[in-house]
């Protein structure tokens, strides 16, 4: 009994033999499982290289691994892949010189243009500003002798430079224009005198374009970007007809219905050809008389001949020859304006002291040749708006210096290089053979662009915020016209700079050498910096011409350059803003130039440029 009993209460006992054999197959099957994973992973001791071998080996094969071009899927922004796929935006018109590509929108400033155009090439740069028209009237189917001729379209080119460079849109006008207004018929049953007859013509010319400013000739802009009155007229609206006092005829401003209203009043007037100019005959009530023009100078005959009384001897004796010496007059009164404007000086950016002479080379000689002194028939004379100006002279010339920083003064005009990182690395490490490794363990990212905003902004500021300071200073409507910039990789033209700073530059002989440019006040290095000797300067061009012929080219050598790119895209970033920046600026002005190439003034083949730097 007790037994059976003993036995129905545990039931349990023969189940827990199968628990045990469950458990030594579970033990077995994770010990077979450690020991199959332990034996394909772990390689035998000697298999193992040493980590010196693998350093060795990859040094010298680094070089030659194959980088295989990774296909483009359209991905929308490489910082957050994970976005929905769009578009590219369209491109623009004008929107490419060369391998410069940009897109014109209002997010230029932010700080990677990739993130906008989704194009890693391609930049983003503001919108372009829309130039006002200013006209003047030319009469070329006047009989003139071929001195005249040359000397008149001398002076219409000085006029179309200096008007450009201060952001308007200059059109020289003609008979042509004026027969096109439909109140030119009127005026053939008029008896007028051939004076007040041109003076007509420049009117209906002026009406027949429409909204604008009407200029003389002779009266040009001389005084800084931001006046007062220049930055009204930039902005093309002009609700008032409107004159300056003493300008006489020489300057106007008014919308297309104050024009055609003042013409139709004018010519119907019964004054009128009794009258010796159009604004005699006209009502003097119609007109806004604002006060004399600080900023803009006009060389009338009265201005001549009590103020230049050389250029006014000249002027008599033979008219030709006359006006080719105003034409010098004007160039250095030009001149002259953009010396005062910047009293401090010329700054050549040199970021990198001990190893960027030859980079900034070019950018030396355009500022010994703004501090030099135009040719004047007056060397001491001033512009006729600015008589208490301070003119140039050869013996004080303009100061030049070579900081290594960007400073943001009004008064001083700064000429920015900007290499590209792989330009600034073989410089920076003086070898054109850069490897990965190098660029790891010898570079900091970003070099170029945190040495020139060090005093700016200080060490503790992000690379973006850095780039958005820049493009400021490069492209903002102060920064553009206190400053120049352009990459170390691209020569400069001269034309192009005649027409940016508005004045043909002093030329000087193409054959010669960067340190035989005569600097008349040598920019005195860094401090505890010495200048190179001829050796150090002979490698320097060496290794900068080593640069711009390896980014010139296109094929798997090009790999250490987009490592460097990545390495530094805040420096890429600025690269590319400021070459983009400049080819448009390029063709707009050649845009120009091919529409208006059938009319008077417009650019002629000119001289070789003033230094070997220059094409």
């Known amino acids: 009994m007790h037994r059976r009993g003993q036995s129905e209460a545990y039931p349990a006992q023969r189940p827990a033999r199968k628990q045990y054999l469950r458990i030594a197959a579970v033990v077995l099957f994770v010990t077979i499982v450690c020991i199959i994973f332990s034996s394909s992973s772990v390689p035998s001791v000697p298999s193992v290289p040493s980590v010196a071998q693998l350093s060795d080996s990859a040094k010298g094969a680094a070089r030659y691994v194959h980088r295989p071009q990774i296909p483009h899927w359209g991905v929308?922004?490489?910082?957050?892949?994970?976005?929905q796929a769009a578009h590219k935006p369209p491109q623009q018109a004008n929107s490419t010189s060369g391998e410069a590509s940009w897109l014109s929108d209002w997010k230029w400033l932010n700080p990677f243009s990739s993130s906008i155009t989704l194009d890693e090439k391609r930049s983003v740069l503001p919108p372009l500003r829309i130039r006002p028209p200013i006209y003047t009237f030319y009469d070329g189917t006047k009989k003139k002798d071929v001195a005249t001729k040359e000397a008149e379209n001398a002076l219409l080119l000085i006029w179309r430079r200096a008007w450009w460079a201060q952001g308007f849109r200059p059109v020289v006008l003609g008979k042509a224009e004026a027969m096109n207004n439909p109140l030119y018929e009127s005026l053939q049953a008029k008896h007028?005198?051939?004076?007040l007859e041109s003076d007509l013509l420049r009117w209906l010319a002026w009406g027949h374009m429409g909204t604008g400013i009407l200029a003389n000739w002779l009266v040009l802009p001389m005084g800084p970007y931001e006046d007062n009155l220049l930055s009204y007229l930039r902005r093309g609206t002009y609700p008032k007809l409107t004159r300056?006092?003493?300008?006489?005829?020489?300057?106007?401003?008014?919308?297309?219905?104050?024009?055609?209203?003042?013409?139709?009043?004018?010519?119907?007037?019964?004054?009128l050809e009794d009258s010796k100019s159009f604004l005699e005959a006209a009502d003097p009530a119609i007109f806004s008389v604002d006060p004399v023009p600080t900023a803009i100078a006009f060389y009338d005959s009265s201005t001549i001949t009590n103020q230049y009384k050389q250029v006014a001897d000249k002027?008599?004796?033979?008219?030709?020859?006359?006006?080719?010496?105003?034409?010098?007059l004007m160039t250095s009164h030009l001149h002259t304006t953009f010396q005062n404007d910047f009293p401090s000086g010329i700054a050549v950016l040199k970021p990198l002291p001990l190893h960027s002479t030859a980079l900034i080379s070019p950018a030396l000689s355009l500022a010994t040749s703004l501090a030099h002194c135009s040719k004047s028939p007056i060397p001491s004379s001033c512009p006729p708006n600015r008589p208490k100006c301070q003119p140039c002279d050869k013996d004080k010339p303009m100061l030049i210096t070579t900081p290594s920083v960007f400073r943001n003064t009004s008064d001083l005009?700064?000429?920015?290089?900007?290499?590209?990182?792989y330009t600034f690395a073989t410089l920076l490490l003086q070898n054109s053979d850069i490897t990965t490794r190098d660029i790891r363990r010898s570079t900091i990212?970003?070099?170029?662009?945190?040495?020139?905003?060090?005093?700016?902004?200080?060490?503790?500021?992000?690379?973006?915020?850095?780039?958005?300071?820049?493009?400021?200073s490069v492209a903002g409507e102060w920064g553009e016209s206190h400053s120049l910039w352009f990459t170390a990789e691209r020569n400069l033209t001269t034309s192009n700079l005649d027409w940016h700073f508005g004045f043909p530059l002093p030329r000087g002989d193409k054959n010669e050498a960067p340190h035989e440019i005569p600097v008349p006040n040598p920019?005195?290095?860094?401090?505890?910096?010495?200048?190179?000797?001829q050796q150090e300067l002979a490698n320097e061009q060496k290794r900068l011409k080593a640069a711009r012929e390896l980014l010139a080219m296109k094929g798997a050598k090009v790999g250490i350059r987009e490592v460097l790119e990545a390495w530094n895209m805040a420096d890429t970033e600025a690269w590319?803003?400021?070459?983009?920046?400049?080819?448009?600026?390029?063709?707009e002005r050649q845009k120009w130039e091919d529409e208006e190439k059938g009319f008077a003034g417009t650019e002629q083949r000119r001289g070789e440029g003033w230094s070997r730097w220059f094409d």
């Open 523 to 533: 920019p005195a290095p860094e401090p505890h910096t010495p200048l190179p000797n």
């Open 244 to 271: 300056y006092e003493s300008f006489k005829s020489g300057l106007f401003s008014g919308e297309y219905v104050a024009i055609n209203s003042v013409l139709t009043q004018t010519i119907q007037s019964s004054k």
């Open 315 to 328: 002027l008599l004796e033979s008219h030709g020859l006359g006006l080719a010496s105003l034409a010098e």
């Open 192 to 195: 007028l005198s051939s004076e």
């Open 445 to 472: 990212r970003d070099p170029w662009l945190l040495a020139v905003t060090n005093e700016l902004l200080g060490k503790d500021v992000s690379g973006p915020a850095r780039i958005v300071k820049l493009k400021e």
């Open 413 to 421: 005009y700064t000429i920015g290089t900007i290499p590209h990182p």
């Open 576 to 587: 590319r803003f400021v070459r983009a920046y400049a080819a448009r600026e390029r063709v």
């Open 76 to 83: 929308p922004n490489i910082h957050n892949p994970f976005r």
